[in-house]
């Protein structure tokens, strides 16, 4: 809760390139805790981001906030899955009709 005449705080926002630049820092040699002193973030955060980048390489820290996962992944293929399921039955009762009216 703020007091009266003070105005929330704003989270920070952390893009992809920031997190980038401090990893390549880290990578090139300089301490984690350096980079965090440096950066003004928690050891904690750029472990994450170490973590998070070790396994997705290139689509970690897709955007918006939200990290890149195994289960948004999933998510997807079981979207198309479902799409081309739909074009495949429709294809196919079209077929059967055109079948029909031979």
């Given amino acids: 809760m703020t007091e009266k005449g003070t105005a929330p705080v704003k989270r920070r926002v952390i893009t992809r390139e920031f997190k980038l630049q401090v990893l390549r820092e880290i990578a090139a040699g300089k301490s984690q ?36 996962t195994d289960e948004a992944r999933i998510n997807e293929l079981e979207r ?11 294809l196919k009762k079209l077929l059967q009709k055109l079948e029909s009216d031979s």
Avoid: C
């Fill in 33 to 68: 805790a350096q980079a965090a002193r440096d950066y003004q973030v928690t050891e904690t955060a750029i472990y994450k981001w170490r973590r998070e980048y070790a396994k997705y390489k290139d689509e970690a820290f897709s955007g918006h906030g939200r990290p890149h």
């Fill in 80 to 90: 198309m899955v479902g799409r081309l399921t739909m074009e495949n039955d429709f």
